[in-house]
């Protein structure tokens, strides 16, 4: 199961897993609160500096993320990850709607599917 949580809000017994996907470490957010870090599964500082965090541009951002996400090769040791682990919970910063971390979600899962 993945699970989908703001890198602030307070960790919990029934996170599992906790794993920041974001590309740069959250203010004031210690270490000891998040078990791993993938940040080469975030998207690229270009597409982030072309969503800028812009609402509308949300289905394209999700269009060339999920392209981001077919190229590389971290995908596979997350989904290992995943598929070994009962409980993930992958961390973002900022909108609850429209991070990446709704999108890879949906993308680890696609892949899971696929494989069933």
């Given at each position: 199961?993945?699970?989908?949580?703001?890198?602030?809000?307070?960790p919990?017994?029934?996170?599992?897993?906790?794993?920041?996907?974001?590309?740069?470490w959250?203010?004031?957010?210690?270490?000891?609160?998040?078990?791993?870090?993938?940040?080469?599964?975030?998207?690229?500082?270009?597409?982030?500096?072309?969503?800028?965090?812009?609402?509308?541009?949300?289905?394209?951002?999700?269009?060339?993320?999920?392209?981001?996400?077919?190229?590389?090769?971290?995908?596979?040791?997350?989904?290992?990850?995943?598929?070994?682990?009962?409980?993930?919970?992958?961390?973002?910063?900022?909108?609850?709607?429209?991070?990446?971390?709704?999108?890879?979600?949906?993308?680890?899962?696609?892949?899971?599917?696929?494989?069933?």
């Open positions: 199961m993945i699970k989908i949580k703001n890198v602030y809000d307070k919990e017994i029934n996170d599992g897993i906790r794993i920041l996907v974001e590309r740069t959250p203010a004031s957010v210690t270490r000891g609160s998040i078990d791993m870090w993938l940040r080469d599964l975030a998207p690229s500082e270009e597409l982030i500096t072309w969503y800028n965090y812009e609402p509308q541009k949300w289905e394209e951002f999700k269009r060339r993320y999920l392209e981001e996400l077919r190229y590389n090769p971290k995908v596979k040791p997350l989904l290992m990850i995943v598929k070994m682990t009962k409980i993930v919970t992958f961390l973002y910063s900022g909108d609850p709607t429209y991070n990446n971390a709704v999108v890879l979600k949906e993308y680890i899962e696609s892949l899971i599917n696929k494989e069933s």
